[in-house]
T-cell receptor, first 113, second 115 residues
Framework: GAGVSQSPRYKVTKRGQDVALRCDPI?????LYWYRQALGQGPEFLTY????????KSGLPNDRFSAERPEGSISTLTIQRTEQRDSAMYRC???????????FGPGTRLTVL | QKEVEQNSGPLSVPEGAIASLNCTYS??????FFWYRQYSGKSPELIMS????GDKEDGRFTAQLNKASQYVSLLIRDSQPSDSATYLC???????????????FGKGTKLSVKP
């Protein structure tokens, strides 16, 4: 079956611009997670949803970062007024009901010039 | 102390040998433990999950959990060059509100299997 998909796969933007990263989870997966991964590090948690409810946003670095999942399926991570330090791989994962087995998408590589 | 720690390696083993990857975690109530494999330039791939003390085997992989020692390991038997990758340990800690959610990852151990 289809895995987690993310778009765009690569995004280059100028400092100060807003970007929106999209995640489409595996069909039937109710939980969706956003992580950020720097080179040579493990993924770092940003936020997660159960259905459309944002359960935990404690990992979002500051108020320029926000996420939504309005219909409990596709999610969007938005970064406003991007800064160079936001450059990273942004990964989305989803998990089925009753387990925390998280399956990752291919990621979006964000580069802020 | 970081919440999840792994030796970054590289760990080099000959083909056919047993590779042993180790992970320690902080003294917090924890629920579940995961091993992911990540090839260079690719996304993490879930290979094992373990929830209770003891061993769990799946093919050539065995996960071992010792909650008293705050230690989880992954053994790869009959290692193959295709096993060469970074192995990430992840822990799901209990949140006060009881929500089951994010994983805390270690930095990963780079494994190299030499033919």
């Amino acid at each position: 079956g289809a895995g987690v998909s993310q778009s765009p796969r690569y995004k280059v933007t100028k400092r100060g611009q807003d970007v929106a990263l999209r995640c489409d989870p595996i069909s039937g997966h109710v939980s969706l997670y956003w992580y950020r991964q720097a080179l040579g590090q493990g993924p770092e948690f940003l936020t997660y949803f159960n259905y459309e409810a944002q359960q935990d946003k404690s990992g979002l670095p500051n108020d320029r970062f926000s996420a939504e999942r309005p219909e409990g399926s596709i999610s969007t991570l938005t970064i406003q007024r991007t800064e160079q330090r936001d450059s990273a791989m942004y990964r989305c994962a989803s998990s089925p009901p009753s387990t925390n087995n998280q399956f990752f998408g291919p990621g979006t590589r964000l580069t802020v010039l | 102390q970081k919440e999840v720690e792994q030796n970054s390696g590289p760990l080099s083993v000959p083909e056919g040998a047993i590779a042993s990857l180790n992970c320690t975690y902080s003294d917090r109530v924890s629920q579940s433990f995961f091993w992911y494999r990540q090839y260079s330039g690719k996304s993490p791939e879930l290979i094992m999950s373990i929830y209770s003390n003891g061993d769990k085997e799946d093919g050539r992989f065995t996960a071992q959990l010792n909650k008293a020692s705050q230690y989880v390991s992954l053994l790869i038997r009959d290692s193959q060059p295709s096993d060469s990758a970074t192995y990430l340990c992840a822990v799901n800690f209990w949140n006060y509100g009881g929500s089951q959610g994010n994983l805390i990852f270690g930095k990963g151990t780079k494994l190299s299997v030499k033919p």
